[in-house]
């Protein structure tokens, strides 16, 4: 058997830091996210009947060929093949490989565990041969390890609800792509790896003295964000975006070992992106776990920003991005 799958990484508005359960991958708090047309993953499968067959080629952002995965890596991806094995109850073993290709600079700030690990949830379920609803498929990705997998699978607008246990934590479509004219500039300042993955990051995040405050105010936060969002109100909907992404990094920042992820050129842009604002421009920024930005606007506003990045000495490339479909086989 062969197809391929199609997965996007997703931006949060509200972002998940600190994990209750780091077995079951359920976080402390809801997350808000938006998937991403232009930043995916595509894995090409072709599932043998040989159980040894295990795997893995990837081509990176911007290279021309496929290298095959490292030990690491692979391991990564068998234990999930485990994982999904149990999960959907299934006893007998196929043998996959994969061929998996990144429109985006991986381990960057752009969630490409989240559009990896979506794509892999919906590959293994169809090799499997099971049938799961989107709540089920959601559940199933978070198990991966990578919790914000889990919102890479509705489409559009979507809504990770903590839940009390596994069952209950999943992700949900909240309005479609076309709900709003919202775009993500993703603004690459560097396409090399970070030193600390999230995996790692997130045992620190309660170690922070300001954790407990953030977790107090993120349910006032995402209520009002909410009703920025269901009214389109972008001044408040951006301001809140930028505020939480801030707040965010300042945990990391202030957790034990501290996690700094910001460059010199990172707050160059978000300085400059601050300033076109004070000239009526509205633009607001998020930033995940990563030295690149995420640049917030309405489609109005996309030439503007275009014109700041553009021959910007600090930007090595821009991928535009609006409101996307969930991972789905192609
Ligand atoms: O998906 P994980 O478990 O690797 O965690 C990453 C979470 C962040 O990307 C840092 C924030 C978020 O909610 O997207």
Known sequence: ?????????????????????????????DSFSMNLSNCFTEIHCTITDNPGDQHLEIKEYEASGYHPASERELAVVKRFYDTAKTFLGCSS???????SSNTFPKKAGIASSASFFSALTVAFTKAFDVQLDSKQLSVLARLSGSGSACRSIPDGFVWWHKGDTSDSSYAVSVAP???????????IVNT???KTNSQDGHPGAVTSPYYASRQQTLP???EEMKT????????????????EAINFHSIMMTQIPPLFYWSDKTVRIFKQIQALRQGGVEAYVTIDAGENLHVIVEGKTLVAVERLLQNNPDVHSVIYNSPAVGARII
């Open 1 to 29: 058997m062969e197809f391929s799958v199609k997965s996007p990484a997703n931006i949060a508005f509200v972002k998940y830091w600190g994990q209750r359960d780091t077995a079951l991958v359920l976080p402390f708090n």
């Open 93 to 99: 073993d196929f043998g996959f490989r994969l061929r």
């Open 177 to 187: 792509p076309d709900y709003w004219d919202l775009h993500d500039i993703v603004v």
């Open 192 to 194: 090399g790896e970070k």
């Open 220 to 222: 006032v936060l995402m």
């Open 228 to 243: 920025a969002f269901e009214a389109r109100d972008f001044t408040k909907f951006g301001t809140l975006v930028e505020q």
